[in-house]
């Protein structure tokens, strides 16, 4: 008797299976027995861990190209959790801003390899262009910093000097340049990200109330 097919709840469950193994493969977890990298995911290897057939995962990713788009997308939706959660507690908005910060740069820092997925141009991951998937999810984490601005912005509680996607990504861009350094080993002199995130948040935030608002149609200009 054939197998009946699966339902669209069961197939979207062997398919979050399969990404759950082909990231702890990246990640070299311990119980994929290996080191990590984009080097070390293959289809065969990923089966092994999810416990299916070696044709199982060309069922629903059809090439490794694909396949590490979708890990990509699944990396932002980890970010965005840690970052909703991170804010939930506090009503204000520099609580959740720098409570927003925090868990940006500790998740960064406690999965580096993970982190780098999400922006460092990996071997030909970026070959075919990004999936719907991975647009929508890296538009989802910025927008939870977005929507604490505008919320603050709404509030009285930051300037509104800038519009909020654009301060957002301000931020983004700060924080992201932090992480970078930090993982690399390039601060000096006793500084860290620990001390660097509350006083970076400040410095912006008051760029951002000094700030002369842009006229329409304004652009940046390069000084000769």
């Given at each position: 008797m054939a197998r009946?097919?699966?339902?669209?709840?069961?197939?979207?469950?062997?398919?979050?299976?399969?990404?759950?193994?082909?990231?702890?493969?990246?990640?070299?977890?311990?119980?994929?027995?290996?080191?990590?990298?984009?080097?070390?995911v293959s289809f065969r290897r990923i089966a092994t861990v999810a416990g299916c057939s070696y044709a199982t995962p060309y069922s629903y990713f059809a090439?490794?190209?694909?396949?590490?788009?979708?890990?990509?997308?699944?990396a932002f939706v980890w970010m965005e959790r840690i970052?909703?959660?991170?804010?939930?507690?506090?009503?204000?908005?520099?609580?959740?801003?720098?409570?927003?910060?925090?868990?940006?740069?500790?998740a960064a820092l406690e999965r580096p390899n993970r982190?780098?997925?999400?922006?460092?141009?990996?071997?030909?991951?970026?070959?075919?262009?990004?999936?719907l998937e991975l647009k929508r999810a890296k538009r989802d984490a910025l927008d939870v910093c977005t929507q604490v601005i505008a919320a603050g912005q709404a509030s009285g509680g930051f300037p509104a000097t800038v519009d909020p996607l654009t301060a957002?990504?301000?931020?983004?861009?700060?924080?992201h340049g932090v992480v970078s350094l930090q993982?690399?080993?390039?601060?000096?002199?006793?500084?860290?990200?620990?001390?660097?995130?509350?006083?970076?948040?400040?410095?912006?935030?008051?760029?951002?109330?000094?700030?002369?608002p842009l006229e329409k149609g304004g652009e940046f200009r390069k000084t000769a």
């Open positions: 009946p097919p699966l339902t669209d709840a069961e197939r979207d469950q062997r398919r979050e299976a399969i990404l759950v193994a082909a990231m702890a493969v990246f990640e070299g977890d311990a119980s994929t027995g290996g080191a990590g990298g984009l080097g070390a090439n490794k190209a694909a396949l590490i788009d979708a890990l990509r997308a699944r970052m909703r959660d991170a804010i939930a507690p506090f009503d204000s908005a520099d609580d959740r801003l720098d409570a927003l910060a925090t868990a940006y740069v500790q982190y780098a997925l999400m922006f460092f141009a990996l071997e030909d991951a970026e070959a075919s262009t990004p999936s957002a990504h301000v931020f983004w861009s700060a924080a993982v690399a080993g390039q601060f000096v002199m006793g500084r860290d990200v620990q001390t660097l995130i509350p006083t970076l948040i400040r410095v912006l935030r008051s760029g951002l109330e000094h700030m002369q």
